[in-house]
């Protein structure tokens, strides 16, 4: 038997989390076309005939402006140093540029096992690949180099068993029925947030996160009841969730209790409200009650 962990480690929208929820088989993390979507680690566990891969998804590592943005980069950091197969998932449709040599340059002293997942090669041209793959080839060294469309699952039953491959032998480290880690209260926030970013402006991915004010668990038939708020950072923007005559906020909650109710198989009342909370992603005390790990890095 193999077990161990590892983890997804890239640029924002490199589509790690798209890969994650491939591969595991569940809805984990949301997924967006907005970058930097994801803003904590995430966990997924699947298990094999011959083995238990323990999946560590990670925020997209950019230059961090706010402190909640070092807490993402701090995560994605820190599980480099914590697993035992490194993922250096790459948007193989986007020239290499800048951060892409970052990236590369992380994983210089780093003596675990990597293994490059060049994602979304369904956008791009054939004849593109073999330049890519050589080009990275000739960046670091290594083990394996896989293209990969996560979307529609190109190649990633041959990168499941590369990742077997590369475990350690060990026995499970978690139950059969194992899943994630994540508590309830996370994946209601991140259900909400992601109809947030999909049905509002531009402007609004950075600024806007949710937190679950109180969620009842009824018994019986009764619907499950949430209630959440939508934070965001300028009085600008709150018009822009709420909608002409709430015609936002209600399309928001539509979509979300929809999705909610496929989480927990049951009923759900949803009730939405909007806060203006200025400069909220330098504040550590929110940033601790929204959950978004990290540590200091001084």
Known sequence: ?????????????????????????HKLAIVSDKPQTTRTRIVGVKNYDDGQVVFVDTPGVHKPTHRMNVRMVDVALEAMR????LTLVVDASVKPGPGDRYMLDLLKDVKTPAILVLNKVGLIAKHRLLPLIDHYRRA?????????????????????????QYLPEGE??????????????????????????????????????????????????????????ILVERESQKPIVIGKAGAMIKQIGTAA?????????????LDLHVKVKSEWRDDERLLDELGLQGRDRG
Do not use: W
């Open 140 to 164: 670091h060294p290594f083990v394996e180099l896989v293209p990969v469309s996560a979307v529609d699952g190109t190649n990633v039953d041959v990168l499941e068993k590369l990742f077997l």
């Open 82 to 85: 914590e697993v035992d197969v």
């Open 257 to 269: 209790r929809a999705e909610l109710e496929k989480y927990f198989d049951r009923r759900v009342f």
């Open 1 to 25: 038997m193999k077990s161990g962990f590892v983890s997804f480690l890239g640029r924002p929208n490199a589509g790690k989390s798209t890969l994650l929820n491939r591969i595991v088989g």
């Open 172 to 229: 499970p480290l978690y139950p059969a029925d194992y899943v994630t880690d994540q508590p309830e209260r996370f994946f209601v926030s991140e259900i909400v947030r992601e109809q947030v970013l999909q049905l509002t402006h531009d402007e609004l991915p950075f600024s806007t996160a949710v937190m679950v004010d109180r969620l009842e668990d009824a018994e019986g038939s009764e619907p499950m009841r949430i209630y959440c708020t």
